[in-house]
């Protein structure tokens, strides 16, 4: 239920697929959960596992990037401190 403006609307969805219904009592008489709980919490679970591995795969993308780049670096970027190319002997930028 959503309550808007005051009023309560109740919110409904309609899944026409026999095998998903079929799945969803199955975990509802497992967890002991009413269907709604059920799914709720299986879609819960799966967006966080989606949006987890999209944040792995985007530093694994990032890594890949890096380990890609580095051999076409030119001294003194290969090897100096990032603070060395930035910033004076008296810390202040250059």
């Keep these: 239920m959503v309550d808007y403006c005051g009023r309560i609307y109740t919110m409904s969805m309609n899944i026409k697929n026999e095998a998903a219904h079929k799945l969803a009592r199955r975990l509802s008489r ?53 603070g060395d190319l930035l910033y004076d002997d008296k810390g202040l930028p250059k």
């Design 30 to 82: 497992l967890t002991g959960e009413s269907i709604t709980e059920a799914v709720t919490e299986a879609l819960r679970e799966r967006l966080g596992r989606v949006e987890h591995d999209q944040a792995g795969a985007l530093s694994e993308r990032l890594l890949a990037i890096g380990r890609d780049c580095a051999p076409r670096l030119k001294e003194p970027f290969r090897s100096a401190r990032h």
